[in-house]
Nanobody, 116 residues
Framework: QVQLVVSGGGLVQSGGSLILSCAASGNIFGVNEFGWYRQAPGREREKVASKRTSMIPIYGEFAKGRFDITREKNTVYLQMNNLKPEDTAVYFC????????????WGQGTQVTVSS
């Protein structure tokens, strides 16, 4: 069983930066994927970024050029730059073992609020 602990988030002014981290522990093996989703009130959940083993990161259109997902061992980071008020949302980390028999694991959400 994999567990995720998320840290980071908070309040930042428009144009500022934040970094989120997601530390995984447990049975992590083989080809896997870490990523981030976000959800703002009244809006659908949207994928922010993901990083699969041995593959280049994938970003949502809104994140390209501003966000950067990196991984060091079993911790994944989301560096968010040039933040905008529309980036305000709860951000969720996930871990996907990429096997149908193993469900995706979600970390606790962390609030990111960008003031104008």
């Amino acid at each position: 069983q994999v567990q995720l602990v998320v840290s980071g988030g908070g309040l930042v002014q428009s144009g500022g930066s934040l970094i989120l981290s997601c530390a995984a522990s447990g049975n992590i093996f083989g080809v896997n994927e870490f990523g981030w989703y976000r959800q703002a009130p009244g809006r659908e959940r949207e994928k922010v970024a993901s990083k699969r083993t041995s593959m280049i990161p994938i970003y949502g259109e809104f994140a390209k050029g501003r966000f950067d997902i990196t991984r060091e061992k079993n911790t994944v980071y989301l560096q968010m730059n040039n933040l905008k008020p529309e980036d305000t949302a709860v951000y969720f980390c996930y871990y996907d073992q990429r096997l149908k028999t193993i469900p995706i694991v979600w970390g606790q959400g962390t609030q990111v609020t960008v003031s104008s």
